[in-house]
């Protein structure tokens, strides 16, 4: 037992097959999400449901780029304080979804006119990335194993 004034090492130990529960979780929360903003985005401030059809193409993206984050992202918990962490995923969430405008449309983005789609996808970037956020701290997703 170490003494009270020596803090103990800090160590990540689920094994892989928890992390690996956590992830797919985590990336299936955040992807619905995202999914709920896309379909809220494109009926309710343009006014066009046609966006449903392009539903499953959108959620398959989002899982697999949720995925690709979410271990990385939730072994950082470990080390990051909070604060810091939140503003991880943040920062993580809207270059991300900056990324995706760049893979599919890559023409004219440095104009002022493109401000608007680079808010627009950073901001369902961010959508996606906060909700998997709440998801690992208010589970116990990121922390050490007992």
């Known amino acids: 037992m170490l003494p009270p004034d020596v803090a103990p090492q800090r160590r ?3 094994t892989l097959c928890e992390m ?3 992830c797919i979780k985590a990336a299936l929360f955040g992807s619905i999400a995202g999914i709920l903003a896309v379909i809220l985005w494109g009926g309710i401030l343009y006014g066009d449901f046609t966006i449903l059809i392009l539903v499953p193409v959108f959620w398959t993206f989002f899982l697999f780029s949720s995925l690709l984050l979410a271990y990385p992202l939730m072994k950082l918990k470990v080390y990051l304080p909070e604060p810091l962490y939140f503003l991880t ?5 809207f270059v991300g979804g900056n990324v995706v405008l760049l893979l599919f449309s890559p023409r004219d983005l440095g104009s002022i006119n493109s401000f ?14 906060l909700t998997a956020w709440y998801y690992v ?3 116990e997703a990121g922390t ?3």
């Open 89 to 93: 995923f943040l920062g993580t969430g």
């Open 20 to 22: 690996a529960i956590y």
């Open 144 to 146: 050490e194993s007992e």
């Open 116 to 129: 608007p789609s680079w808010e627009t996808y950073g901001s369902l970037g961010a959508v996606i990335a």
């Open 137 to 139: 701290t208010k589970t």
């Open 12 to 14: 990540f130990t689920r």
